[in-house]
């Protein structure tokens, strides 16, 4: 007996992405989706990509958790952080403009990881970053991914968070890493990615796959929801990805982090936005 699943990560509320992949799945059958966090942020219309979770709940048996995003606008109910029109958070200020009860309320009833039985197949354990982390990343720390497959007790991880497609067999265990399906970091750009798995007994594989989705449109929606207007520097450099593969949101975290630190700021919130400014013409933003 095999099954198949696919499994998606980190939409970050790219809704034109998702619906390319809906679009993809509907000619090709599967057992179910797992979606491993990171549903809504940095991106226009957030309520769009809300009515696609639904509406692929309503369809698909579906296994998902909550990312570090949910968990940034969980953490955040009533803005009691101060998010504001600006480039430290103004796109997760626009979000959470968007967010209902409702929207929090699912969010908050998802887990950030779980193991995951299918019948006739290997027992899956899911999460966001890395068990125990949900903003743990083996892409960026050096050893995370050795440390984590070495104390595992399942024979499959699947884990998002890093925007890399992946997979790894390491102390006779595997992990696999979907991508992301809204903010693909692969160098190419104007892609969504996702994964599917083909599961038995003995075994999970993964087909890395990357279709193209309405970028054009997708970047529209920026300039016309308002978004452009509360982002900032950090909304260019999310446009910027989109269109090339990089991620220059990322690169600019690292660098403003530094710049605070040397300051001796308490957060990236501190600092003016004539640093901001640098970096936009460092990554031409």
């Not at 034109?16 to 992949?21: D, I, L, N, R």
């Not at 491993?36 to 698909?60: C, F, H, Q």
């Not at 958070?89 to 959470?96: E, F, P, Q, R, S």
Request: charged letters at 25%; one cysteine or more.
């Amino acid at each position: 007996m095999t099954k198949k699943f696919a499994v998606i990560s980190d939409v970050h509320g790219n809704y034109k992405a998702f619906e390319a992949f809906l679009e993809y799945m509907e000619k090709r059958p599967v057992d179910g989706i797992i979606s491993l966090g990171d549903y809504v942020t940095d991106s226009p219309y957030p309520e769009r990509t809300m009515a696609l979770i639904r509406d692929m709940r309503n369809r698909y048996d579906c296994c998902m958790l909550r990312g570090n995003r949910e968990d940034y606008l969980l953490n955040n109910a009533g803005n009691r952080e101060g998010w504001k029109p600006s480039s430290a958070n103004g796109t997760l200020y626009y979000t959470l403009q968007h967010m209902t009860e409702e929207y929090l309320d699912f969010f908050a009833s998802l887990p950030t990881e779980r193991e995951y039985e299918i019948e006739g197949c290997q027992t899956l354990y899911l999460c966001h970053g890395v068990p125990g982390r949900v903003r743990g990343n083996v892409h960026e720390e050096e050893g995370l991914k050795e440390k984590v497959m070495k104390e595992l007790k399942y024979s499959c991880l699947l884990g998002g968070h890093t925007h890399h497609q992946e997979t790894d067999r390491l102390y006779g265990r595997t992990y696999i890493n979907p991508g992301s399906l809204g903010f693909a970091v692969d160098g190419v750009g104007r892609r969504a990615q996702f994964a599917v798995l083909t599961g038995t007994a003995a075994e999970w594989e993964a087909e890395f796959i990357s279709i193209p989705y309405d970028v054009e449109g997708y970047l529209r929606d920026f300039r016309e929801s308002g978004m452009d207007e509360v982002g900032f520097t950090l909304n260019k450099a999310i446009r910027k990805s989109l269109l090339t593969g990089i991620n220059y949101f990322y690169h600019c975290i690292l660098e403003i982090d530094r710049e605070a630190r040397a300051a001796g700021l308490a957060s990236i919130a501190d600092v003016p936005q004539s640093a901001w400014d640098k970096l936009e013409k460092k990554f031409d933003l």
